[in-house]
T-cell receptor, first 113, second 113 residues
Framework: KQEVTQIPAALSVPEGENLVLNCSFTDSAIYNLQWFRQDPGKGLTSLLLIQSSQREQTSGRLNASLDKSSGRSTLYIAASQPGDSATYLC????????????FGAGTRLFVKA | ETGVTQSPTHLIKTRGQQVTLRCSSQSGHNTVSWYQQALGQGPQFIFQYYREEENGRGNFPPRFSGLQFPNYSSELNVNALELDDSALYLCAGLKQGYNYGYTFGSGTRLTVV
């Protein structure tokens, strides 16, 4: 049974810091991994999608890496800004068939001005 | 505009009542999934529909049911509402193909009193 864990649960950093959010999963047989951003009470906005054959994806100040063998993904945010304050969710889609995507509980990020 | 629209945005129901939540997905999203997100937790998979048939279900009782229509819209129906059903309900569309991830709507906040 796939389980997804995100560490830390919450993070508070001063503006301008580079930071790393961690996601771990128990079953390495994945189809892809997706990072989302969620503002309070809102839906999910897709940030980056990494296919199982890929090692990393980049979009602007965001970089996500994937290490299937160790069951880990990291989301790197460069030069953090107050507008980055949100909850970041990691989601794993299984590679064994079906579309049941498993989410972590998220990391709540607060960037102080 | 994400390509997935949910209605209503907020809803208050009384315990024991029935509710229907709606989702409109753009053309090409032939798979639609529904998720329940309790406060402070990651989304939990309810079920998914592909070509108007349910083809995956999470650990939710039968009083959670759904429909998908030929125009890519879908519904989530919940009967005999319980207080614990209070949550954010998210609809996600998925295009067929290797390079696509989920596109989520903004969600419906359901409060059961």
């Amino acid at each position: 049974k796939q389980e997804v864990t995100q560490i830390p649960a919450a993070l508070s950093v001063p503006e301008g810091e580079n930071l790393v959010l961690n996601c771990s999963f128990t079953d390495s047989a994945i189809y892809n991994l997706q990072w989302f951003r969620q503002d309070p009470g809102k839906g999910l906005t897709s940030l980056l999608l990494i296919q199982s054959s890929q090692r990393e994806q980049t979009s602007g100040r965001l970089n996500a890496s994937l290490d299937k063998s160790s069951g880990r993904s990291t989301l790197y945010i460069a030069a953090s800004q107050p507008g980055d304050s949100a909850t970041y969710l990691c989601a794993v889609r299984p590679g064994t068939g079906g579309f049941k995507t498993i989410f972590g509980a998220g990391t709540r990020l607060f960037v102080k001005a | 505009e994400t390509g997935v629209t949910q209605s209503p945005t907020h809803l208050i129901k009384t315990r024991g009542q029935q509710v229907t939540l709606r989702c409109s997905s753009q053309s090409g999203h032939n798979t639609v999934s529904w998720y329940q997100q309790a406060l402070g937790q990651g989304p939990q998979f309810i079920f998914q529909y592909y070509r108007e048939e349910e083809n995956g279900r999470g650990n939710f009782p039968p009083r959670f049911s759904g429909l998908q229509f030929p125009n890519y819209s879908s519904e989530l129906n919940v009967n005999a509402l319980e207080l614990d059903d209070s949550a954010l309900y998210l609809c996600a569309g998925l295009k067929q193909g290797y390079n696509y991830g989920y596109t989520f709507g903004s969600g419906t906040r359901l409060t059961v009193v």
